[in-house]
């Protein structure tokens, strides 16, 4: 059984990495920029995936997986819904509090 902070510091890895390898897939990519349908913020497309007919940044990609990971969320329609209530504030917290565990 992996503990919390294991799943979100092997998430990190894993999203990074699609991050990666679609800027060595297409390295124009890098100037491509999209609204992200979670964030709402101007984003690299590097990185992005769509799910469920919405596309994600590489930052909320990474909010999603964890979500998951964690059980925290189980579709990203949730996730939608959870950054328009604001209550997604408490998952980015929750992911910076690990974060911060982990450098101790
Ligand atoms: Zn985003």
Same mark, same amino acid.
């Given at each position: 059984? =992996?503990?919390?902070? !294991?799943?979100?510091?092997?998430? *990190?890895?894993?999203?990074?990495?699609? %991050?990666? /390898? /679609?800027?060595? /897939?297409?390295? /124009? $990519?890098?100037?491509?920029?999209?609204? @992200?349908?979670? @964030?709402? !913020?101007?984003?690299?497309?590097?990185?992005? $995936? !769509?799910?469920?007919?919405? %596309? +994600?940044?590489?930052? @909320?990609?990474? $909010?999603?997986?964890?979500?998951?990971? +964690?059980? =925290? $969320?189980?579709?990203? *329609?949730?996730?939608?819904?959870?950054?328009?209530? =604001?209550?997604?504030?408490?998952?980015? !917290?929750? +992911? %910076?509090?690990?974060?911060? %565990?982990?450098?101790?």
């Amino acid at each position: 059984m =992996k503990s919390e902070h !294991e799943i979100i510091e092997e998430m *990190q890895q894993v999203v990074e990495q699609m %991050r990666l /390898d /679609d800027l060595e /897939d297409n390295p /124009d $990519i890098a100037e491509e920029y999209f609204d @992200c349908d979670c @964030c709402g !913020e101007h984003k690299c497309l590097a990185g992005s $995936i !769509e799910y469920e007919g919405y %596309r +994600l940044c590489n930052d @909320c990609v990474l $909010i999603a997986e964890t979500g998951f990971a +964690l059980g =925290k $969320i189980k579709s990203v *329609q949730e996730l939608i819904d959870a950054v328009e209530d =604001k209550n997604l504030e408490k998952l980015c !917290e929750y +992911l %910076r509090q690990e974060q911060q %565990r982990e450098k101790n």
